[in-house]
């Protein structure tokens, strides 16, 4: 795909990305099938020059779909401190990439969330899971398709995990837990654009597996959009300010519906496959409504 050069460039929608995966192919190639001058920019290439006052990139349109957090994070400060109009902000970034951040943000805006726990040593976890107790998930403050996530069954387990983690980058020792959930083996990610949720599917356990991530060998059918559904969705994305986001959500034995995560560059491609909701044409149309605003 290669970068461009904005300076020789007066086009106003662009898509960035670190790696492409069926999700901005899609967008990309129905971009072109719509005659719509998309630019691609590969974040590896980009070079930014944080106090340019040119204006290069004003009141640019720019689809923030790079995988990497940190690369998404800082190229999403530095654009939008330069005056491009990101999808998503920088402060939906911030707040929908960390999980006990986003937990908080949910929790102070009456949001149904599963009960959660965090502690700062490998002592101080274990004591607190005395009074939490098991089972317990836990899980990395950042990440993502599952990675990291575990269930412990029992103070052994968890003194095991916890060591384990003492060894490994410094945002691994903030130990992040939530009580996991009676639900049925599955769980709901919904899209929503805008004000919309456009669509929503169930993600199934795959066999011998809890959790509901599709890498792990899970598979999806069409969720209706409740009314319910629907309400919660669109208050969770508007906590964080998000354009397109996807909310995943369980559905509790005790609670109900519980929001668990907001998905900042959120994948589609089984949401797509599953319902036929053509989401790659919604996105685009989301962003050029956005230019003549």
């Keep these: 795909m290669g ?3 904005i300076e020789e460039d007066s086009t106003s929608l662009y898509i960035l990305f670190d790696n492409i995966r069926w999700e901005e192919k899609s967008i990309i190639e129905k971009s072109k099938q719509d005659g719509i001058n998309l630019k691609t920019i590969d974040c590896k290439d980009l070079v930014l020059f944080l106090n340019d006052d040119t204006n290069l990139f004003r009141d640019k349109i720019i689809l923030q779909r790079s995988v990497s957090y940190f690369r998404n994070l800082h190229s999403t400060a530095g654009l939008e401190g330069l005056g491009a109009r990101m999808i998503n902000s920088l ?5 929908c990439g960390n999980k006990l951040i986003s937990h908080m943000e949910l929790q102070k805006n009456n949001v149904l969330t599963p009960n959660s726990m965090c502690a700062f040593t490998t002592e101080s976890a274990l004591h607190g899971l005395e009074k939490f107790g098991y089972p317990a998930v836990i899980k990395p ?3 993502s398709w599952g990675r990291l996530i575990g269930l412990l ?3 052994e387990a968890a003194k095991a995990v916890l060591e384990d983690r003492e060894h ?5 020792h ?10 049925p083996p599955r769980d709901i990610r919904a899209i929503v654009i805008g004000e919309e949720v456009v669509a929503a599917i169930y993600r199934y356990s795959g066999t011998n597996e809890w959790k509901t991530n599709m890498a792990l060998g899970g598979h999806a059918s069409p969720c209706p959009i409740t009314k319910e559904l629907e309400d919660i969705c ?10 397109v986001v996807g909310v995943d959500l369980m559905e509790s034995e005790k609670y109900g519906l519980i929001v668990h995560e907001v998905n900042n560059t959120t994948e589609f ?11 790659p044409s919604l996105i685009i149309k989301y962003m050029q409504n956005l230019l003549v605003k």
């Design 141 to 143: 403050t950042v990440g």
């Design 174 to 183: 903030i130990s992040y837990f939530e009580e996991f959930i009676k639900r």
């Design 269 to 279: 491609k089984n949401t797509v496959r599953v319902t036929g909701v053509d989401i």
């Design 153 to 155: 069954n029992d103070d």
């Design 91 to 95: 402060y939906t970034a911030l707040m």
């Design 234 to 243: 669109i208050k969770s994305a508007k906590i964080f300010k998000g354009d």
């Design 3 to 5: 970068t461009i050069n």
């Design 168 to 172: 490994m980058f410094p945002i691994y």
